[in-house]
T-cell receptor, first 113, second 113 residues
Framework: AQSVTQLDSHVSVSEGTPVLLRCNYS??????LFWYVQHPNKGLQLLLK??????LVKGINGFEAEFKKSETSFHLTKPSAHMSDAAEYFC???????????FGTGTRLKVLA | EPEVTQTPSHQVTQMGQEVILRCVPI?????FYWYRQILGQKVEFLVS????????KSEIFDDQFSVERPDGSNFTLKIRSTKLEDSAMYFC???????????FGQGTRLTVV
């Protein structure tokens, strides 16, 4: 079964500085991978997706992620954090051979003024 | 842009009562899901539904839970006899194919008192 690990439960950055949210996956093949964002008291919004077409994926709001098979990683980055980026971020993968999606435990991003 | 809609956004119910959470998936999607997120905890898979039947369910999805697609557009989650520990945010999701990006609704916050 697929598993997804988000290495940091909380990340704090200053406004205008880069953001790095880490995600590692375990799979014997190149999976599909997704990043979702959840703002307080809101639903889950798709930020970006990797589906093997290109290893560097650009998403909404200036976020991007790079799929690195050698490191089994799919880290989310943004060059310059904005206050509105404060939210919880989930790395998600479809589970191979099943009908469910596996969620990482989430990373809460705090942006300091 | 098409979206998944959930109603109600909030529901408060007394322990032991039945609740029905409603979802309207995106119209051309074929796979449907319910997830829940207890406050401060990870997002948990409950059930997936395809071709008018449950395709997979988790250990959480016991006999007090049921799902139905009564009319080709709505997708409902019924909790027969609610418990305090059922208090959570419940998310509905749909996908066009297995393994593609999941579109989530805004969630229903269920509070059992």
């Amino acid at each position: 079964a697929q598993s997804v690990t988000q290495l940091d439960s909380h990340v704090s950055v200053s406004e205008g500085t880069p953001v790095l949210l880490r995600c590692n996956y375990s799979s014997s093949y190149s999976p599909s991978l997704f990043w979702y964002v959840q703002h307080p008291n809101k639903g889950l919004q798709l930020l970006l997706k990797y589906t093997s077409a290109a290893t560097l994926v650009k998403g909404i709001n200036g976020f991007e992620a790079e799929f690195k098979k050698s490191e089994t990683s799919f880290h989310l980055t943004k060059p310059s954090a904005h206050m509105s980026d404060a939210a919880e971020y989930f790395c998600v993968a479809p589970d191979s051979g099943t009908y469910k999606y596996i969620f990482g435990t989430g990373t809460r991003l705090k942006v300091l003024a | 842009e098409p979206e998944v809609t959930q109603t109600p956004s909030h529901q408060v119910t007394q322990m032991g009562q039945e609740v029905i959470l409603r979802c309207v998936p995106i119209s051309n999607h074929l796979y449907f899901y319910w997830y829940r997120q207890i406050l401060g905890q990870k997002v948990e898979f409950l059930v997936s539904f395809y071709n008018n039947e449950i395709s997979e369910k988790s250990e959480i999805f016991d006999d007090q839970f049921s799902v139905e697609r009564p009319d080709g557009s709505n997708f409902t989650l019924k909790i027969r006899s609610t418990k305090l520990e059922d208090s959570a945010m419940y998310f509905c999701a749909s996908t066009v194919q297995r393994g593609t990006e999941a579109f989530f609704g805004q969630g229903t916050r269920l509070t059992v008192v």
